[in-house]
């Protein structure tokens, strides 16, 4: 069966450090892999997707980064972080485009203070 | 631009039905998906529709109207663990989504 992986599940982190969230997906393969933000109380904001290694879109100019250095593989990253890049950080893959289904790792909670 | 409206809370009673709508204005459709959410936890697929017409899968239900731009989700036989927030998703291309603010649905006993 397929599984994915987050972690960590929460990060405190100071203003203006750099940070590094990773995806792993396991029992599937060539996955698309998607990044989402929810802020507290509201709903998901698509950040990246990437349907291979090395293929990355952004939905939203940012000072965040994503890579995907293997097929299971999904990096988010940011050289400074903002006050406003607190949330809460969800992976997720999918099969097949459009992606109706898409199955979502635990998350990771992360403050910036 | 593009833009999701549903309901930001609705209440209901264990053992009844309740239905959380979802109206959409974007540039292109492909589908509508629902998303389950509890608190704290990562959201789970619910249903999908890409055609007009009701899809049943157990207790949930979900309807789409593709000239109305509008969708819904049927809950019925409400269970105290159904209490969490619901998100409708629409994908405008085969790889952007757009998702809802989200329904909290509080369920009494």
């Known amino acids: 069966s397929q599984t994915i992986h987050q972690w960590p599940a929460t990060l405190v982190q100071p203003v203006g450090s750099p940070l590094s969230l990773e995806c792993t997906v396991e029992?599937?393969?060539?996955?698309?892999l998607y990044w989402y933000r929810q802020a507290a109380g509201r709903g998901l904001q698509l950040l990246f997707y990437?349907?291979?290694?090395?293929?990355i879109s952004s939905e939203v100019p940012q000072n965040l980064s994503a890579s995907r250095p293997q097929d299971r593989q999904f990096i988010l990253s940011s050289k400074k972080l903002l006050l406003s890049d607190s949330g809460f950080y969800l992976c997720?893959?999918?099969?097949?485009?459009?992606?109706?289904?898409?199955?979502f790792g635990p998350g990771t909670r992360l403050t910036v203070t | 631009g593009q833009s999701l409206e549903q309901p930001s809370e609705v209440t209901a009673v264990e053992g009844a039905i309740v239905q959380i709508n979802c109206t959409y204005q974007?540039?292109?459709?492909?589908?509508l998906s629902w998303y389950q959410q509890h608190d704290g936890g990562a959201p789970t697929f619910l249903s999908y529709?890409?055609?007009?017409g009701l899809e049943e899968t157990g207790r949930f239900s979900s309807f789409l109207s593709r000239s109305d731009s509008y969708g819904y989700l049927l809950l019925q036989e409400l269970q105290m663990k159904d209490s969490a927030s619901y998100f409708c998703?629409?994908?405008?291309?085969?790889?952007?989504?757009?998702f809802g603010s989200g329904t909290r649905l509080s369920i009494r006993p």
């Open positions: 029992g599937t393969s060539n996955p698309n």
């Open positions: 997720a893959w999918s099969v097949d485009l459009p992606s109706y289904e898409q199955y």
């Open positions: 990437s349907v291979g290694i090395g293929q």
């Open positions: 974007t540039s292109g459709f492909y589908g």
């Open positions: 529709n890409a055609l007009d």
């Open positions: 998703a629409v994908y405008s291309s085969a790889s952007k989504i757009i």
